[in-house]
């Protein structure tokens, strides 16, 4: 039973329920609400799993090889919840990686036809290479790593808008209304994950200073300073809780009330709050406080989804 926890807490598993939570509410809650009574078809539902389950997994060795990568500084910044070497071999470990890499890309290809979405399955093969070099030298690099995973996050929705596109010169031809607004919601929510997580990855790194300075990371904190990373990170808070409030302001004339109630009460207020309490944090217990809270507005963030069944 050991054993088994500890790989769920390897894999980060509720990370991985929260991936396949934002591919199901966003293809029954927007794409099949935008694609009503038309011929137009996402994938078919077995298809739609393999796609999820595909993700899943590649996310699951992505968090692996990762944990691979950072023992030494886990164990100086976390060490009460460090699972390699000290549950799990590391030769597991990499065993588990490879297994679940191959399996995410069986996935891949069992869900989408290598005629028309070869540039997906090259896509998810991508993930699972810059994940691996992620883990092994760009997360200890000045920025570039932070930016690497808040687009392999937004890849996460950005996958199921291309999988309605197959790479053909005749499909870019046929745009319809149905496309414009389905691309519209795929940037809405895309770059609301991009965003907030680029700002989480931020705070991590803050929270993080003490191990990655000592093992010779290169991250923000230790380049720029804590007060710089937190104005990076306050910048894009500020720039997330205007265009969500400007959002607002332009659906209401739809009566769309309790969408904005909350988004202003679960989404819009929590930023502000983060927004605030960033610029007093100083200690790792501060950081992590503000890390978690920014998760909980991801997964907020995301069930707004729910609002577009009904409305669209």
């Not at 509410?25 to 011929?39: H, M, N, P, R, V």
């Not at 920025?143 to 309605?164: C, D, E, H, R, Y």
């Amino acid at each position: 039973m050991k054993l088994i926890k500890a790989f769920f807490r390897l894999v980060r598993w509720p990370n991985l329920v929260f991936i396949a939570l934002t591919q199901v509410l966003f293809a029954y809650c927007i794409y099949d609400k935008i694609y009503a009574g038309s011929e137009a078809h996402l994938l078919s539902a077995v298809h739609f799993i393999y796609l999820v389950l595909a993700s899943v997994f590649i996310a699951a060795a992505g968090y692996i090889i990762n944990d691979y990568f950072d023992l030494n500084i886990d164990q100086v910044n976390k060490p009460d919840k460090v699972v390699v070497n000290a549950i799990i071999s590391r030769r597991w470990v990499i065993f588990w990686h490879m297994f679940l890499s191959l399996t995410g890309m069986c996935f891949t290809m069992a869900a989408l036809p290598l005629r028309g979405y070869w540039h997906l399955i090259l896509g998810n093969l991508a993930s699972i290479l810059l994940l691996w070099f992620y883990s092994t030298t760009l997360k200890k690099k000045l920025l570039i790593g932070n930016v690497l995973i808040s687009l392999l996050t937004a890849w996460v929705i950005l996958i199921l808008f291309l999988a309605q596109h197959p790479l053909h010169f005749s499909s870019l031809l046929k745009v319809d209304q149905h496309e414009i607004r389905f691309f519209r919601f795929t940037i809405l929510y895309a770059a609301f994950a991009f965003v907030i997580s680029l700002v989480r990855e931020v705070v991590k790194d803050m929270e993080d200073l003490e191990g990655d300075r000592k093992y010779g990371c290169r991250t923000m904190p230790i380049v720029w300073g804590v007060q710089a990373s937190k104005l990076f990170a306050a910048v894009w808070l500020a720039v997330l809780i205007t265009a969500l409030s400007i959002l607002q302001f332009y659906i209401l004339p739809f009566g769309w009330w309790p969408s904005a109630v909350y988004c202003l009460l679960l989404v819009i207020l929590p930023l502000i709050w983060i927004l605030v309490k960033l610029g007093k944090a100083t200690s790792p217990a501060d950081f992590h406080r503000l890390s978690t809270v920014i998760k909980l507005v991801m997964l907020t963030g995301i069930l707004s989804m729910v609002f577009f069944r009904y409305y669209l």
